[in-house]
Nanobody, 124 residues
Framework: QVQLVESGGGLVQAGGSLRLSCAAS????????MGWFRQAPGKEREFIAA????????RYADSVKARFTISRDSAKNTVYLQMSSLKPEDTAVYYC?????????????????WGQGTQVTVSS
């Protein structure tokens, strides 16, 4: 089992920045590719970013590419999502996830463990 706890969400003006953190506990953090997803009201959960176990591969949704950066710190068992140039359409609940497979997947159904989510609200 892996327990995930997100933090760092909040209210920010358009054009601003936030850094989300996801602290993992339980089994060995380095065994798991990690991902970030988000879900806006009335919409399906969508992929944002993913990172491989050793950070050699990162993947991003086109909507956030060049604005968001995913990273991980194995010493802290934490994965981060640095968000910049935020837009009102980035408003959503953001979730981190871990998967037991080997790939940094973009598919939510391939992730096994999920955090409770953190709200990000971007005002115009």
């Amino acid at each position: 089992q892996v327990q995930l706890v997100e933090s760092g969400g909040g209210l920010v003006q358009a054009g601003g920045s936030l850094r989300l953190s996801c602290a993992a506990s339980g089994r060995t953090f380095n065994n798991y590719p990690m991902g970030w997803f988000r879900q806006a009201p009335g919409k399906e959960r969508e992929f944002i970013a993913a990172i491989s176990r050793i950070s050699d591969i990162t993947r991003y949704a086109d909507s956030v590419k060049a604005r968001f950066t995913i990273s991980r710190d194995s010493a802290k068992n934490t994965v981060y999502l640095q968000m910049s140039s935020l837009k009102p359409e980035d408003t959503a609940v953001y979730y981190c996830a871990a998967r037991s497979g080997s790939r940094a997947s973009t598919l939510s159904n391939e992730y096994d463990y999920w955090g409770q989510g953190t709200q990000v609200t971007v005002s115009s």
